[in-house]
């Protein structure tokens, strides 16, 4: 194994900070307690570490851009080490899914403890559950597209396999895609748009594929009805088996995952609006319509998400053979500093006007 292989090995630093979570504050006396004792602020280990400690290495560790050559490109796709180590993600997931619901056994709802595990299982939802799970609905090999919707199902998110992939690839930077933010939108506005956009435009595509093929969008080959099964199959079995609170800790932790997933989406395409060319067409997809960052552990933890514009030429390309894109912009920091800036709306409009006014975006 070389150090091309063992760089992506970073991300088992993630599960390793939810393990960390989940059994946190659990020699307290009483682990319902409402107190800030050392011991439950290890709860917030995976926050902590995605959106403190991230971001701060980030700022000082220096930017790494280099590209592999057309040789070592051609060595990687053929590499099944890159595929291997996301399908190894899956019992991860589904295994610190199933502990973190067993960890709230005996924790007070709402309690300082509770919503420590409860983000730290919503940082797995968006970094494995939901990103993992883009990366391999990307895929041609249906077992890699099964294991895709295996992901995004411990997030409730299965729709985004439709909507993203056939939705969200052709009608990035226009009006018409929900997961582009336009220049002034508020992050928290973008999240009220985007979510009931994806899932109807979900439902849209997958009804007219099948009225293409003669089909019914009523049928069971409707792919939003196999979905939205699942995800109430999901929540009925751990209403079963765990109980209401650590149902209501799932769906929280799922909503906190669509919510960072969809607040990366508001970064990566923020103002970048493609023209259009006539009245049915817009220019073509080019570098230009994605932010991008080359801060080496967001790269690592987000499976090269970050060559965001090189992922839209080339969505099939898998993560590893992702370019750096001279001409694409660029964030004055990684994913995680960029998410946190967003969450402050004036601080996010003074950054990143300023550098879509260098780009010539600020008519």
């Known amino acids: 194994m070389n150090l091309s292989q063992l760089k992506y090995l970073f991300v088992f630093t993630v599960p390793v900070s939810a393990l960390i979570s989940f059994n946190a504050g659990a020699g307290a006396v009483d682990p319902a307690a409402d107190a800030l004792g050392s011991s439950v602020l290890w709860a917030y280990a995976p926050l902590i570490y995605a959106f403190a400690i991230v971001p701060v290495i980030e700022l000082l560790v220096p930017l790494f851009g280099r590209n592999l050559t057309d040789s070592e490109a051609q060595l990687a796709r053929r590499d099944v080490f890159y595929d291997t180590l996301l399908l190894i993600l899956v019992p991860v997931q589904w295994g610190l899914l199933l502990m973190f619901l067993n960890s709230l056994e005996g924790v007070q709802v709402g309690s300082t403890l509770w919503w420590g595990r409860v983000s730290g299982m919503g940082v797995m939802c968006v970094t494995i559950g939901i990103n993992v799970g883009h990366e391999l609905g990307h895929r041609t090999k249906r077992s890699l597209r099964l294991a895709s919707q295996a992901l995004l199902a411990s997030s409730l998110y299965m729709h985004f396999f439709i909507e993203h992939n056939r939705g969200h690839h052709r009608d990035v930077g226009t009006r018409e895609d929900a997961g582009t933010a336009r220049k002034w939108e ?3 506005l973008f999240w009220l748009r985007a ?6 435009g979900a439902w849209r595509l997958e009804a007219k594929r099948l009225r293409r093929a003669g089909r ?6 409707n792919q939003m009805l196999q979905f939205q099964a699942v995800h109430i199959l999901l929540v009925l079995l751990v209403l079963a088996a765990f109980g209401p609170e650590a149902l209501l800790g799932f769906v929280i932790a799922a909503l906190i995952g669509i919510l ?3 607040t990366v ?9 493609r023209e259009k060319v006539s009245e049915h067409r817009y220019e073509p997809v080019m570098p230009v319509h994605s932010w991008n960052s080359n801060h080496l552990m967001g790269r690592l933890l987000l499976f090269e998400l970050s060559r ?5 030429h080339c969505p099939e390309k898998p ?11 660029q964030m004055p920091t990684g994913y995680p500093g960029m998410m946190i800036l967003s969450f402050i709306p004036p601080l ?3 950054v990143m006007h300023r550098a879509l006014k260098r780009l010539g975006r600020m008519a």
């Open 265 to 273: 989406n508001y970064i990566e395409h923020y103002g970048l609006m």
């Open 319 to 329: 993560y590893p053979t992702l370019n750096h894109e001279d001409d694409a912009p």
């Open 348 to 350: 996010w409009f003074f």
């Open 186 to 188: 508020v992050l928290y």
């Open 216 to 221: 019914s969008p009523w049928s069971w080959s």
């Open 195 to 200: 979510l009931p956009s994806v899932w109807r």
């Open 308 to 312: 965001h514009s090189d992922h839209h």
């Open 260 to 262: 960072l997933l969809e």
